[in-house]
């Protein structure tokens, strides 16, 4: 992996066709979550099947924690759409057939000739695309379970989310003030659209 991919450093913005050949770039997919992301190998790889297997069956959990997954995977169009649909994904699959990504990030899998994968990989990534994990799943127990990446999730929910502890001094004062600039999905919304019970006391 190149060397400026590790926890603080910037994941490339890549862009390219999903699933449903539209292209995507990673940051769009983002949004202002976190992004679990999977550098794989393909749908040829055992592995690879039961690692997003994992990701499948946990993915309400996923969805529910405001945090979005994408995968990547040298697999064309119509293998990549196979492979998304053989382990019941519900997230962007994006393929690379030319190993753009494999070549920028200088993953080959040199002991593969055959297939000519990337080296397999996980990555927790910020808002921003900001590193916050990297596992390397050349070997099946590199990759991150479940529980490691509820783990590292927690903590980098914690980090990116003013909201995490609502009794943190200040929040109380500002969302009574009515900046609800820190409240994660509040944020988004106009004061016009908040419900009568939570315009501050006097601008009602």
Known sequence: MRSDIVPGG????????????????????????????????????????????ELAENYPKIAVGYTQVAT????????????RASVG???????????????????????DPEHN????????????????SVYNGYWFWGRPSFAGLWHDLRTATREMRPDWDLSTPGLREAWDAGDFSKFHGWDRRSPESMPNSYVPEGEG
């Open 10 to 53: 910037t994941f490339p913005d890549f862009a390219l066709p999903d699933h449903t050949g539209t292209v995507r770039t990673l940051s769009e997919i983002q949004g202002g979550d976190p992004l679990i992301l999977t550098l794989a190998r393909g749908h040829y790889c055992p592995k690879e099947n039961w690692q997003h297997r």
């Open 72 to 83: 990547i995977a040298t697999d064309d169009h119509h293998t990549l759409q196979e492979f």
């Open 89 to 111: 994904a519900q997230w962007p699959f994006l393929s690379d057939p030319e190993r753009t990504v494999q070549q920028a990030l200088d993953i080959q899998e040199y002991t």
């Open 117 to 132: 994968p990337m080296i397999p990989h996980t990555l927790v990534l910020k808002p921003g695309l900001v590193v916050h």
